[in-house]
């Protein structure tokens, strides 16, 4: 399984090509899963379906050496819960649609960043070829209505977050010396960390031992951005 985020972006470069800001678009979603300290077979999924705006900043050294930063902000439309047990499917729950169909807004919001290191190639002018490894993570937050408080017996919120190693490949063409065109596919492989704010029906203590027994579980992000 994987996060797929499909980002559209401005791309301006400096003078000599050396350094880059992006301001990408972003469309995409994450994935993470969890285990319990209890019961082996049991494992939880969350997949956020996202859009969002980023900053993003690259600095070139020497012939080949590139150093970059990617920082995105993003606002999931969808988030959907699978619950199994010995590899049984034995709940699918679309959170967003629950809660629109019941009249109930819901509000998310995630951060995703990554530091990269690795080379840059130019096999001919005016195109950069870019090969980079590095770490990462990001988080979410989710909360099934900001005006409901929290001691609602209608009130969700809930936490994700990740940390892995992001693989990135992308190319790069210059229109001119300040204004380009970038291309790039990042995998990020990593662990994934979920905690439960608040659920209906469940007392502060019920929460607090439910997330004692959860175990950090996978996650992977894939990334396309142009």
Do not use: H
């Not at 050396?18 to 994450?30: E, H």
């Not at 790039?184 to 469940?202: A, C, E, H, Q, W």
């Amino acid at each position: 399984m994987f996060v797929f985020l499909c980002v559209f972006s401005t791309v301006l470069f400096a003078e000599e090509k050396r350094n880059r800001i992006t301001i990408p678009f972003s469309v995409g979603s994450y994935y993470g899963s969890e285990g319990s300290a209890v019961l082996d077979s049991y494992r939880g999924i969350m997949k956020n379906t996202s859009v969002g705006l980023g900053f993003d900043g690259s600095q070139k050294f020497g012939k080949l050496f590139l150093l970059s930063v990617e920082n995105r902000f993003l606002f999931p439309v969808s988030v959907k819960q699978f619950v199994f047990n010995d590899g049984s499917l034995l709940q699918s729950v679309d959170v967003t649609k629950t809660l629109k169909d019941a009249n109930i807004k819901s509000f998310s919001i995630g951060y995703s960043t990554n530091i990269l290191f690795g080379a840059s190639f130019t096999p001919i002018t005016n195109l950069n070829i870019n090969v980079q490894a590095g770490i990462g993570g990001g988080g979410y937050f989710f909360l099934s209505d900001p005006i409901l408080p929290c001691d609602s017996d209608s009130c969700i919120s809930f936490w994700s977050a990740s940390v892995g190693v992001p693989l990135k490949v992308g190319l790069e063409y210059f229109f001119t010396k300040l204004v380009g065109l970038s291309v790039s596919i990042v995998d990020r492989l990593g662990v994934n960390f979920t905690g439960v704010l608040s659920l209906p029906g469940m007392t502060a203590a019920m929460i607090d031992e439910a997330n004692k027994n959860s175990k950090p579980g996978f996650s992977n992000e894939f990334t396309f951005n142009i």
